[in-house]
């Protein structure tokens, strides 16, 4: 004899209630991509226990949002494990906007580690060319430092078929350098190490040399705006490349090859979350950094865009 329908719900919502913290830390595990032996055996049970907790909602006749939650939670914990075979890839909007900040804030010290060692060369470089401008050729070859002080000289004033030609140039450009940051990670991270520093400290050299030689107000109208994309773009891809060096360091009593596959899901959404980035970089500086918008309203879009890149990385994918 079937219970009544009150005690159908009721065990309808306890079913949602004694279960949701384990669907919560699965989820969390699949975000971040587990590691550990240990950690690749709690998502095998985790993904045995998801997959007997959608046929009991189908028994319970749980609401279809419920049925639909647990069939992609255990297609994703399938992915996971069998390396894709079966499960459905995220579309992009998934990808950015949930899955993207939720692996950075799981990330969130090779996100501080690549920060220090990209803002902290940077801000050294910009300090000391400031100060002492002699400093900047140490840096960087004097004939390149004579091309940037010429091209700043002025406002800076293009064609529109150029824009598209100079967006082209920025997209490769910035691809180069996040690539470099985040490839040569399987260096055991020292590569990642290397092109951060290396990089911040050129560009910050190259902002103190223009202030000191009075080009700031040219580099600002050009740079404020794209910089937080492409900053931060570039954070991204060595903190992916960290990540990636530290499996091959640390592989939690597995092989080699198995710890990279294992940081894969992970490294996977950092680097197109790098790319989306540099690619918004690529065509700010393409289309809008080199007009002739006044310097306000290019300050106003560069605070904007900052705004947009914390919010973003703090808040989305949570619920």
Same mark, same amino acid.
């Given at each position: 004899?079937?219970?009544?329908?009150?005690?159908?719900?009721?065990?309808?919502?306890?079913?949602?209630?004694?279960?949701?913290?384990?669907?919560?830390?699965?989820?969390?595990?699949?975000?971040?991509?587990?590691?550990?032996?240990?950690?690749?055996?709690?998502?095998?049970?985790?993904?045995?226990?998801?997959?007997?907790?959608?046929?009991?909602?189908?028994?319970?006749?749980?609401?279809?949002?419920?049925?639909?939650?647990?069939?992609?939670?255990?297609?994703?914990?399938?992915?996971?494990?069998?390396?894709?075979?079966?499960?459905?890839?995220?579309?992009?909007?998934?990808?950015?906007?949930?899955? #993207?900040?939720?692996?950075?804030?799981?990330? /969130? *010290? =090779?996100? %501080? +580690?690549?920060?220090?060692?990209?803002? $902290?060369? !940077?801000?050294?470089?910009?300090?000391?060319?400031?100060?002492?401008?002699?400093?900047?050729?140490?840096?960087?070859?004097?004939?390149?430092?004579?091309?940037?002080?010429?091209?700043?000289?002025?406002?800076?004033?293009?064609?529109?078929?150029?824009?598209?030609?100079?967006?082209?140039?920025?997209?490769?450009?910035?691809?180069?350098?996040?690539?470099?940051?985040?490839?040569?990670?399987?260096? #055991?991270?020292?590569?990642?190490?290397?092109? /951060? *520093? =290396?990089? %911040? +400290?050129?560009?910050?050299?190259?902002? $103190?040399? !223009?202030?000191?030689?009075?080009?700031?107000?040219?580099?600002?109208?050009?740079?404020?705006?794209?910089?937080?994309?492409?900053?931060?773009?570039?954070?991204?891809?060595?903190?992916?490349?960290?990540?990636?060096?530290?499996?091959?360091?640390?592989?939690?009593?597995?092989?080699?090859?198995?710890?990279?596959?294992?940081?894969?899901?992970?490294?996977?959404?950092?680097?197109?979350?790098?790319?989306?980035?540099?690619?918004?970089?690529?065509?700010?500086?393409?289309?809008?950094?080199?007009?002739?918008?006044?310097?306000?309203?290019?300050?106003?879009?560069?605070?904007?865009?900052?705004?947009?890149?914390?919010?973003?990385?703090?808040?989305?994918?949570?619920?």
């Amino acid at each position: 004899m079937s219970p009544p329908p009150s005690e159908r719900g009721s065990d309808r919502e306890a079913f949602r209630r004694d279960r949701g913290d384990r669907w919560a830390a699965l989820e969390a595990l699949l975000s971040r991509g587990p590691r550990t032996g240990a950690e690749w055996a709690d998502l095998a049970a985790g993904y045995r226990a998801v997959c007997a907790d959608l046929a009991r909602a189908r028994v319970l006749v749980q609401p279809e949002e419920v049925e639909r939650y647990l069939e992609q939670l255990a297609g994703r914990a399938h992915n996971a494990l069998y390396g894709g075979r079966g499960a459905e890839r995220p579309g992009v909007l998934q990808l950015l906007a949930v899955d #993207f900040p939720i692996v950075v804030r799981a990330n /969130l *010290v =090779y996100f %501080g +580690l690549s920060s220090l060692l990209f803002y $902290g060369p !940077l801000a050294l470089g910009l300090i000391t060319s400031l100060v002492d401008p002699r400093y900047a050729a140490g840096v960087l070859p004097e004939s390149q430092l004579v091309q940037m002080e010429e091209m700043y000289t002025g406002e800076i004033h293009r064609q529109s078929w150029q824009d598209v030609s100079m967006a082209g140039y920025y997209v490769m450009n910035n691809i180069g350098i996040a690539f470099r940051c985040f490839a040569t990670g399987g260096l #055991f991270g020292l590569g990642s190490v290397w092109y /951060l *520093v =290396y990089n %911040g +400290l050129v560009i910050g050299t190259t902002f $103190g040399y !223009l202030l000191a030689v009075g080009r700031g107000t040219q580099l600002l109208t050009f740079a404020v705006s794209h910089a937080p994309w492409e900053l931060t773009g570039i954070v991204v891809a060595g903190t992916a490349g960290l990540r990636l060096g530290w499996s091959l360091v640390d592989t939690g009593g597995m092989s080699r090859l198995a710890s990279v596959r294992s940081a894969a899901p992970a490294l996977y959404r950092m680097v197109a979350g790098a790319a989306a980035m540099l690619a918004v970089a690529a065509a700010t500086e393409g289309f809008w950094s080199a007009s002739p918008v006044p310097l306000p309203a290019k300050v106003a879009f560069g605070v904007v865009s900052g705004a947009i890149i914390t919010a973003w990385l703090a808040l989305g994918g949570r619920r």
